[in-house]
């Protein structure tokens, strides 16, 4: 079975600082991988996906299948930021599998 | 383009009760996915509904059904509710056939409807 995991439950990063929040996965296939958003009061939205390979936001995501990471990176932290971040792994056409999110607090 | 809109945002049941929550997919999209996000815990997949038939199930239970129409359009349904069915309910859309024609299905979530089993 797949499964996502999201080592720190709370991150707190200052403002203009590099963030990097970790993604861990485990599944014996080639997964398609995403991070999803939750700021405050708003939905859920997709921040990235990995096979997209592209900067939103001025985050990033490499997929490392060697040591099955996806780790979501930002080289200086905006208060904006702050917010719960959840990596997601869908095998093949299948459910997407979250991990339990990290929440963000960009300190001023 | 309102996007995936649900309804209604918020609902107070007792226990026993059964509730409908309804999902209207974004503009041209063709599949609808129900996750339950208890408070402070990530979602968690129910099932998944494409041409009107349930395409993929999570691991809950018969209590939890669901239905979509020709537009679309889904409702989930849960009978017989329990304290523990207290969560905010997601719905997320995507276009199967996108992925099918070598797209890419990335699922758009909608606001939520908050559930409260008293």
């Known amino acids: 079975a797949q499964r996502v995991t999201q080592p720190e439950k709370l991150l707190s990063v200052f403002k203009g600082a590099p963030v990097e929040l970790k993604c861990n996965y485990s599944y014996s296939g080639s997964p398609e991988l995403f991070w999803y958003v939750q700021y405050s009061r708003q939905r859920l939205q997709l921040l990235l996906r990995h096979i997209s390979r592209e900067s939103i936001k001025g985050f990033t995501a490499d997929l490392n299948k060697g040591e099955t990471s996806f780790h979501l990176k930002k080289p200086f932290a905006q208060e904006e930021d702050s917010a719960m971040y959840y990596c997601?792994?869908?095998?093949?056409?299948?459910?997407?599998?979250f991990g339990t999110g990290t929440r963000l607090t960009i300190i001023p | 383009d309102a996007g995936v809109t649900q309804s209604p945002t918020h609902l107070i049941k007792t226990r026993g009760q059964q509730v409908t929550l309804r999902c209207s997919p974004k503009s041209g999209h063709d599949t609808v996915s129900w996750y339950q996000q208890a408070l402070g815990q990530e979602p968690q997949f129910i099932f998944q509904?494409?041409?009107?038939?349930?395409?993929q199930r999570g691991n809950f239970p018969d209590r939890f059904s669901g239905h979509q129409f020709p537009n679309y359009s889904s409702e989930l349904n849960v009978n017989a509710l329990l304290l523990g069915d207290s969560a905010l309910y997601l719905c997320a859309s995507s276009l199967v056939a996108g992925a099918l024609a070598g797209g890419q299905e990335t699922q758009y979530f909608g606001p939520g409807t908050r559930l409260l089993v008293l």
């Open positions: 509904y494409y041409e009107e038939e349930e395409r």
């Open positions: 997601a792994l869908r095998p093949g056409n299948e459910k997407l599998t």
